[in-house]
């Protein structure tokens, strides 16, 4: 407890206020800009964190990213473009209440539910993560090579496209993490006579590359970033305690998104593009006039707004307590903290504990400055990206891109690696291999390695060393759970043939 | 534009292409702690794209390709990245980032709209000033020295 009162003094710090709101607002730029993902805004602000403190550094990120997440609303609600993939469900009632000149309120719902669901998510992450964090204490060698095979199979089947084409890209990522030192044997590796290629791709380096090369390519190939201006009703009023009061009429609307946020949230991989669509179908199915739905009804905008947000504290308990992203922004997250030294576990809890929890809280705080940073100026950020034109914005993005490469190592040989891998992974995402599982496998992959040489020296007095890997009875549940999400999209597959056979014999009835 | 392709096969091939180039490079003295998961990922990987290769045999999945926007513009582009960041080795950050983000910028808009000279000159003023921004608060704020090439 004390350790949490030290971290709530460290946010005393007017520097910490200031940069809460210039994250938020950054995030929400980014964010609102339709084809610009979270993931992508906190890897192209990320070199401006190099130079800061660990915790000015973190605090920054976090703030980006709930606003990055709180932004795509934005481009849902008045033109029926996502923002980001979090924000898929909230066009399905904003665009419609926009249409019906009742844009303001609809941002304003938007606003206070992503505030509420902010909240919530800091809330489930301070509370979940300690004893997560006490749990990982019993995890051994073979424990951490199932962990890391867990996240892999979650996210090649929770990500878009075929699972086994999701399970390649992250043997693509784990054989890029190979490259250079091994961790334990210590000889260089896969440098293909290269001596650049000793020390080895550097996360972050690949992180830029393959999340922020590819949109900027597919942005190139479009021509264009942002859609037609919409105008918004300035005569329109939207009381901001009126708003308050109707989202808080019906609570179990937003404690049950939450809580779908939440569960979503910790599973690797599926974060708040995920929470949106099934907070919003819950919210369907629990109301009493479903067939309104699409038609701007208020709870469905809550519903989703208060779900994605959830996910950007809540996705990193699996983060900060096992060192496996819940999604994919949180990989930058990673990046900065081992930067810094921290590594996830019971430490960043005891011995980095006044730094995490201040970082924790700080997230809350940025969900509260969403509401003056959206309602004030979330019109006038809105103009500016309108008014930036495509063929400004690549080559800005890119001069970010190739700074941020250059300013972590100070080597050009990373910005070259940066753009190959960057082009790799368009070229990739055209044949179905998406960036997401490529990244968690190069994460994974020095956990899976560590654990699963660690178990084979430990297994040695055996016959079959691999069998070390399924001695305990945790190891069994790791197991299971990864049989059983690599089997998921099969599965799912055979139901929903079932259902449609089912659906046909009916009608033929 | 390449419409229609079966890319279980290509990602299956693209896969087993990796796979046998990382085997091979193999250093065969090196010792076993070194090289024993990257042995294991390599197998898995191979057998993922067996898998791959049989479903696009047996039951393919087929994509359009390349089928959004301009092919060309997406290549020049990647020509102007990989160009620039070789540039900024031989002629320093600054002129090489002003000369590629003004070509780029330049090359870019014929998309959307004409170019003359005066809105070309305006906007070469803009990106010096864009350029300069990001160069004093990496060198003077955050302490990046950046590359100085043959001018500064």
């Known amino acids: 407890m004390e350790t949490f009162f030290l971290a709530l003094a460290e946010l005393a710090d007017p520097a910490i206020i200031l940069i809460v709101f210039a994250g938020v607002s950054a995030g929400l730029f980014v964010g609102a800009m339709p084809g610009l993902t979270a993931t992508m805004a906190l890897a192209v602000l990320l070199p401006f964190t190099f130079t800061l403190t660990p915790l000015y550094g973190l605090v920054a990120l976090g703030a980006v990213y709930m606003g990055a997440i709180y932004g795509g609303s934005f481009a849902a609600i008045l033109v029926n473009t996502p923002g980001t993939p979090s924000s898929i469900a909230t066009a399905f009632e904003g665009y419609p209440l926009s249409k019906q000149g009742r844009a303001l309120e609809a941002i304003s719902v938007a606003t206070v539910a992503s505030a509420i669901g902010g909240i919530a998510g800091v809330l489930f992450l301070l509370f979940l993560s300690p004893p997560l964090a006490k749990l990982s204490l019993r995890f051994g060698p073979s424990e951490y090579f199932w962990v890391a095979m867990l996240g892999l199979t979650l996210i090649a089947s929770l990500s878009e496209g075929s699972l086994m084409k999701g399970l390649l890209g992250g043997a693509i990522g784990m054989m890029l993490g190979t490259i250079g030192v091994a961790p334990i044997g210590g000889e260089t590796r896969f440098t293909f006579g290269m001596p650049v290629m000793q020390g080895g791709v550097e996360m972050i380096v690949a992180l830029i590359g393959l999340f922020v090369l590819p949109e900027l390519y597919n942005m190139a190939a479009q021509g264009r970033t942002a859609l037609g201006e919409v105008t918004v009703d300035s005569k329109e009023k939207a009381s901001f305690w009126s708003v308050v009061v109707r989202v808080f009429s019906k609570p179990g609307n937003l404690i049950r998104s939450c809580i779908i946020g939440e569960i979503v949230a910790i599973i690797p991989g599926a974060g708040g593009n995920i929470a949106n669509l099934v907070a919003y179908n819950e919210a369907k199915r629990a109301s009493r006039h479903p067939e309104r739905f699409g038609t701007g009804v208020i709870d469905g905008l809550v519903a989703t707004e208060s779900s994605n947000n959830v996910t950007v504290a809540g996705s990193m308990v699996p983060l900060l307590t096992l060192g496996i992203p819940g999604a994919p922004p949180d990989a930058v997250i990673l990046g900065v903290l081992l930067l810094h030294g921290l590594r996830p576990g019971i430490e960043l809890f005891t011995t980095s504990g006044v730094l995490t929890y201040a970082f924790i809280v700080s997230m809350g705080l940025a969900a509260l400055a969403m509401v003056p940073v959206g309602l004030l100026g979330g019109r006038l950020i809105y103009r500016i990206i309108f008014r930036t034109p495509y063929y400004f914005l690549v080559p800005t993005i890119g001069l970010a891109t190739i700074l941020g490469t250059f300013a972590l190592r100070n080597s050009i040989s990373d910005v070259i690696i940066m753009l190959i891998l960057g082009t790799a992974g368009y070229l990739f995402k055209q044949i179905g291999i998406h960036p997401p599982p490529i990244v968690l496998g190069l994460i994974l992959g020095s956990i899976a390695e560590v654990g699963y040489v660690q178990a084979m020296l430990g297994g040695a007095a055996y016959n079959y060393p691999i069998l070390r890997l399924f001695e305990n009875s945790l190891s069994w549940v790791l197991i299971v759970m990864v049989v059983f999400s690599a089997a998921w999209p099969f599965l799912m597959g055979v139901y929903r043939r079932m259902q449609l056979r089912r659906g046909s014999k009916e009608n033929e009835k | ?152």
């Open chain 2, 1 to 152: 534009m390449i419409r229609n392709a079966n890319t279980d096969l290509l990602a299956g091939s693209i896969g087993m292409g990796l796979s046998l180039t990382f085997w091979f490079s193999i250093d065969r003295e090196i010792m076993r702690l070194s090289i024993m998961f990257p042995k294991a990922m390599i197998l898995i990987m191979a057998l993922i794209s067996v898998l791959l290769l049989i479903k696009g045999f047996m039951k393919a999945e087929r994509q359009n390709l390349f089928d959004v926007g301009s092919n060309l513009r997406v290549a020049v582009t990647g020509l102007f990245f990989f160009t620039w960041g070789v540039a900024i080795a031989y002629l320093g950050f600054f002129v090489a980032s002003v000369a590629a983000i003004f070509a780029m910028t330049g090359y870019l808009a014929t998309a959307r709209r004409q170019l003359n000279l005066s809105v070309l000159a305006i906007w070469l003023f803009i990106v010096i000033g864009e350029v300069a921004f990001f160069y004093l608060i990496f060198t003077q704020l955050l302490h990046v020295p950046l590359p100085e090439g043959i001018f500064f």
